[in-house]
């Protein structure tokens, strides 16, 4: 079993920066997937940010060149710096690990934390 809290969410001005943290504790053999999604009133779950297995990143359009996702070496922490925030980026933000523990894949989210950007 693996527990995530995230943490750093907040209300910002448009034009500002936050930075989100997600805390990994439990016991896994290795990491697939880390990364952070975000989910609107009315809208879906969407990615916004994540390392794969090989440890490249992926970013939604909507966030490329504002947002940089980052990890510790060992994997515990995971974090989203984002800047230049815009009102479309209000959401819960979520992180998400896809890990292996012996032959069994599992995902685990955290249960959120409120972006607001409002002037």
């Known amino acids: 079993q693996v527990q995530l809290v995230e943490s750093g969410g907040g209300l910002v001005q448009p034009g500002g920066s936050l930075r989100l943290s997600c805390a990994a504790s439990g016991s896994f053999d290795s990491i697939y997937v880390m990364g952070w999604y975000r989910q609107a009133p009315g809208k879906q779950r969407e990615l916004v940010a994540a390392f794969t297995r090989s440890g490249t990143t992926n970013y939604t359009d909507a966030v490329k060149g504002r947002s940089t996702i980052s990890r510790d070496n060992t994997g515990n922490t995971l974090w989203l710096q984002m800047n230049n925030l815009k009102p479309e980026d209000s959401a819960v933000y979520y992180c998400?690990?896809?890990?292996?523990?012996?032959?069994?894949?599992?995902?685990?989210w955290g249960q959120g934390t409120q972006v607001t950007v409002s002037s």
């Open positions: 998400l690990y896809n890990v292996r523990r012996g032959s069994t894949l599992s995902v685990y």
